[in-house]
Every structure is written in structure tokens, then in C-alpha cells.
């Protein structure tokens, strides 16, 4: 059986992982499994900006790789960079195996403002399924309430929903045929 395993960095907020299965194998049809938490890699961390590098996470993630996974998402609660970016919601390799997503930037927490359990939720469900949109060949889309529009900021990411637009579920049905 072909799935999308969920692999944790550290120590996550588990409460977040049954929706989250719940809501990825709504969007890609796919069985979504656990595997154990992979340590944080040390070499990851940035003490200059005080972030991880996305990169050093995702190449991580495939080392850990199963045979029957179709995709691998990686969560931590790290802030994430990448070398052109100063920040990322999440990482994927576009039409790859692996992406990652940080629970960091999307807490109200993290721009002191009181937390809200449900609206953190729905947005690590937006994240997630924009990440592996991405390893299924999916860019970015011009429909702000699509799961796969460019989110810069945490308004863009509370201006879209955490599915498919037509389109682009249309492009993601045409690429599952390879698999």
C-alpha cells in the first residue's frame, strides 16, 4: 500500500496529527502513517539568525524513506529558512519525495498574540497540503483560497483553505497516474 508518512523532528504537539492525517488523505486519497520522531539534526541550526535550514531537514527525511511511501512530510516546530529566503512556512522538492513544514510561524504565539488552538490547526492543514501539493508537481496558483497559493506572510496563509482548487486538483489527478 502506497502512503504519505508524517515524521516529526524533536518533540511536536501531537494533537495536531490525527486532523492532519485526517485532512491529507481527504485532499491526496492517499493512507497516511507515522513514523517515530528523527532527532534534530544539529548541523541544521543557524546561531546568526537563530533558525534551521529546511535543506539539511528534507535531506534528512529521505534517509529515512520507505519503501511503500508515496510522499514524506516532516514537521517541526523550528522557525525554517532557506539560503534565498530569510523565512519559510515549509519546503518541498517539486516533484520529489520529501517536504517539510514549521509549526513556528504558524502560532499566534509567535506574533505575541494570544494562542488559538483551532486556527492553528487549520493553518498547519493549509501548510501541509501546499507542501505536498508541491511534491506532486504543483506551483504556485493565482486563486488566493487555493491550498497552493504563495503565502509570504501569515495573512495569505488565513486568506486560503486548506483543499484544492478545481484546477489544481485536476494537475494533481493527471500526476498521481505516474506513481
Same mark, same amino acid.
Given at each position: 500500500?502506497?502512503?504519505?508518512?508524517?515524521?516529526?523532528?524533536?518533540?511536536?504537539? +501531537?494533537?495536531?496529527?490525527?486532523? $492532519?492525517?485526517?485532512? &491529507?488523505?481527504? %485532499?491526496?486519497?492517499? =493512507?497516511?502513517? #507515522? /513514523?517515530?520522531?528523527?532527532?534534530?539534526?544539529?548541523?541544521?541550526?543557524?546561531?546568526?539568525?537563530? +533558525?534551521?535550514?529546511?535543506?539539511? $531537514?528534507?535531506?534528512? &527525511?529521505?534517509? %529515512?524513506?520507505?519503501? =511503500?511511501?508515496? #510522499? /514524506?512530510?516532516?514537521?517541526?516546530?523550528?522557525?525554517?529558512?532557506?539560503?534565498?529566503?530569510?523565512?519559510?512556512?515549509?519546503?518541498?522538492? $517539486?516533484?520529489?519525495?520529501?517536504?517539510?513544514?514549521?509549526?513556528?510561524?504558524?502560532?499566534?504565539?509567535?506574533?505575541?498574540?494570544?494562542?488559538?488552538?483551532?486556527?492553528?490547526?487549520?493553518?498547519?492543514?493549509?501548510?501541509?497540503?501546499?507542501?505536498?501539493?508541491?511534491?506532486?508537481?504543483?506551483?504556485?496558483?493565482?486563486?488566493?483560497?487555493?491550498?497552493?497559493?504563495?503565502?509570504?506572510?501569515?495573512?495569505?496563509?488565513?486568506?486560503?483553505?486548506?483543499?484544492?482548487?478545481?484546477?489544481?486538483?485536476?494537475?494533481?489527478?493527471?500526476?498521481?497516474?505516474?506513481?
Amino acid at each position: 500500500m502506497n502512503s504519505i508518512y508524517l515524521i516529526p523532528f524533536g518533540t511536536i504537539d +501531537q494533537d495536531i496529527l490525527p486532523p $492532519l492525517e485526517v485532512t &491529507l488523505w481527504q %485532499v491526496f486519497g492517499y =493512507d497516511v502513517q #507515522r /513514523l517515530p520522531a528523527l532527532a534534530e539534526p544539529a548541523s541544521a541550526f543557524t546561531p546568526a539568525t537563530g +533558525q534551521w535550514n529546511s535543506s539539511l $531537514l528534507l535531506r534528512d &527525511l529521505l534517509s %529515512v524513506r520507505p519503501e =511503500d511511501a508515496v #510522499r /514524506l512530510l516532516g514537521i517541526t516546530e523550528h522557525d525554517l529558512f532557506i539560503p534565498m529566503l530569510s523565512f519559510v512556512f515549509g519546503h518541498a522538492q $517539486l516533484n520529489g519525495p520529501a517536504a517539510v513544514i514549521s509549526l513556528a510561524r504558524l502560532r499566534q504565539e509567535f506574533y505575541r498574540l494570544p494562542g488559538n488552538i483551532p486556527l492553528f490547526h487549520h493553518r498547519v492543514m493549509k501548510e501541509a497540503v501546499h507542501e505536498l501539493g508541491h511534491t506532486f508537481g504543483l506551483i504556485h496558483c493565482a486563486d488566493p483560497r487555493c491550498a497552493m497559493s504563495l503565502s509570504n506572510g501569515i495573512r495569505q496563509v488565513d486568506a486560503k483553505e486548506a483543499e484544492l482548487c478545481s484546477d489544481c486538483y485536476e494537475l494533481f489527478q493527471s500526476s498521481v497516474v505516474s506513481i
